[in-house]
């Protein structure tokens, strides 16, 4: 089974960008769509973006297109989050998650594997 691990969290101010990654354990990673969610403080865990196992093509919540964008390299087996422009509305924990589709990586019942969460606090 696929184990996941994220990193790169902290506490930035409004503005700021960070890099979150996300580290698989198996050379197996490379056929998984990869998806990111986060789960604000009292809210469900929402949709972020996902990106496809090979070529690469992404989507993105409306929330943060044009300001996170998702790579991944799986020569090192990681996925990684890029956020840009952060606003206070995205504190929250950030999680990775593997899936085998990329039509339905927005739903998160299609996620078998997932890695622990990284907390993001964007101060104003």
């Not at 972020?48 to 390299?73: C, L, W």
């Amino acid at each position: 089974q696929l184990q996941l691990g994220e990193s790169g969290g902290g506490l930035v101010q409004a503005g700021d960008s960070l890099r979150l990654s996300c580290a698989a354990s198996a050379r197996t990673f490379r056929g998984y769509v990869m998806g990111w969610f986060r789960r604000a403080p009292g809210k469900e865990r929402e949709f972020v973006g996902a990106i496809t196992a090979v070529s690469g093509s992404t989507k993105y919540a409306d929330s943060v297109k044009g300001r996170f964008t998702i790579s991944r390299d799986n020569a090192k087996n990681t996925v990684y989050l890029q956020m840009t422009s952060l606003k206070t509305e995205d504190t929250a924990v950030y999680y990775c998650g593997a899936t085998t589709t990329f039509r339905n990586s927005e739903r998160d019942y299609e996620y078998n594997n997932w890695g622990q969460g990284t907390p993001v606090t964007v101060s104003s």
